[in-house]
């Protein structure tokens, strides 16, 4: 099993940067790293995924170009480097390791964008 612990997380003003970090209990080389988040009252969306030895990524649309998620497998560690933020950004932001019927998640960081 693997614990996941999210960091970074705060209030930064619109047009702000924030870098998530979210710490694996042990190997997450295995499993493919997702970042989540869930606003009020609205379900949770997958922003960013990153696969195994980050072969590949991807993003959710409302993020392109502006979010980047990175993976460091010898410190059990997933990023997800936030610029450009927008008010509608505002999410508990989770962390998720997945492979095949596996899934683990964190218990979320939460991101304010306002001024």
């Known amino acids: 099993q693997v614990q996941l612990v999210e960091s970074g997380g705060g209030l930064v003003q619109p047009g702000g940067s924030l870098r998530l970090s979210c710490a694996g209990s042990?190997?997450?080389?295995?499993?493919?790293m997702k970042w989540y988040r869930q606003a009020p009252e609205r379900e949770r969306e997958l922003v960013a995924v990153i696969t195994t030895a980050g072969g590949s990524t991807d993003y959710a649309d409302s993020v392109k170009g502006r979010f980047t998620i990175s993976r460091d497998d010898v410190k059990n560690t997933v990023f997800l480097q936030m610029n450009s933020l927008k008010p509608e950004d505002t999410a508990v932001y989770y962390c998720?390791?997945?492979?095949?019927?596996?899934?683990?998640w964190g218990r979320g960081t939460q991101v304010t964008v306002s001024s």
């Open positions: 998720n390791a997945q492979w095949w019927r596996i899934s683990y």
């Open positions: 042990s190997d997450i080389a295995t499993y493919n």
